[in-house]
């Protein structure tokens, strides 16, 4: 909550710390990306992960997440 700056929820999925995030501005959703170096997509209404890219034959971590300007993830 950005008034009391309480907690409202916490999204469970990763485990390890999240690196980077974005908002996508069509639908809402959070995109997250991790040290378990999976990319994760998030609807934030239902607070529910919607899908997972394993990220792993990269071979880093998801430092940094860019959202183009037709909303889809790049």
Do not use: C, F, M
Request: hydrophobic letters at 40%; aromatic letters at 4%; charged letters at 20%.
């Amino acid at each position: 909550n950005t008034t009391t700056l309480q907690l409202v929820s916490t999204l469970t999925g990763h485990t390890s710390r999240v690196l980077a995030l974005a908002i996508r501005s069509i639908d809402g959703h959070l995109i997250t990306g991790s040290e378990d170096k999976t990319i994760r997509e998030w609807d934030l209404q239902a607070l529910n992960e919607l899908k997972t890219i394993d990220y792993v034959s990269q071979g880093a971590y998801p430092t940094s997440l860019l959202i183009n300007v037709k909303d889809k993830l790049i």
